[in-house]
């Protein structure tokens, strides 16, 4: 038997930064994210020719640390692995892998989804969920599209909302593996950065009113909102010890550039994960001008992304 998934990379506007001490991985603020529908992950799960275990991931055979997260991640969530481990795991990210664009949220989802119908387990958004987020917590968020939360309760749901025009527009400023994980830097972050307990009172303030912007379709508000709590996650994390410091000269040097959109009355919005790289939410008839104004500041890498209705899906 062979199934193959498909699932879509998330962006948060509200970030999951921080979990609580609880087995089912639950996060200390809600969260809210847009799923995208230019970056994605397909996985392919099936029986293994010679009985053996391999995980291929964008044609490398992966070994090594990589490889035991996986196997502990299948052997703890899916029984029938464990009683019988033999399995050929195909990956391919749609997406620059590990630099902060959330290609092991699109991957477990992808993972998740097909081993489910793979060992013809529950397939309900909630029940795929649960399991995916031990992998990667982001992930949970990639099962479904548009808006989404995931609130501290655990619960994740669709926020119904319009999302036909906005997009993102990512400017790539590294495309390498994150110095740090952000499983690691969030566990550092927890335990040493002295603003952390103001952080989140603020980020839960910042998605209940994230929340009614939505209701109210207040494109201002979102993409404030957005931003101001992407500058507040970092600048937290940059208190831990040793700090963290995702950000570089050149992600700096972005978010200039945007500020200097938004005196120009364009609607663009920076937000910035566990990486380098700017994602700008915007309009798409901002697009234009925006494309414009970073390819005059010599910003020719650029990824763009509509928002998709749907998160994973089975391809066959
Ligand atoms: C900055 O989901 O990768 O992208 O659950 O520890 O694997 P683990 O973390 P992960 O963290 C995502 C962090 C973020 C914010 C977000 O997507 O909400």
Redesign the pocket.
Known sequence: MKVTAKAPI???LI???G?QPSAD?KPYND?I?LTLDALYTITTVETHPEGLFSYRLNDRLILGNDLTRIWYFLQTYFPKFKANPSLKITAKNHVPTAA?L?S??SGFAALTLALARYYKMSETPEDLAKIA?Q?????A?SFYGGYVS?KTDGTIAKIPGDTDTLCFVIVLVDANEKYL???EA?KRTVATAHSYHTYVKESQKKALNMEKAIADNDFSTIGRLTETHARH?HETMSSAMPPIQYLTNESRKVLDVVAKMQDQGIKAYATM??GSNVKILTKTNHLDDIQTFLHNHGYRDLILSKISNKGAEILE
Do not use: Q, V
């Open positions: 998330n962006i948060a970030k999951y930064w979990k991985i969260s994210s902060g959330a092991s949220a987020k992998g990667s917590g982001s992930s968020r995931w994980s952000s499983r969030m996650m994960d566990a």
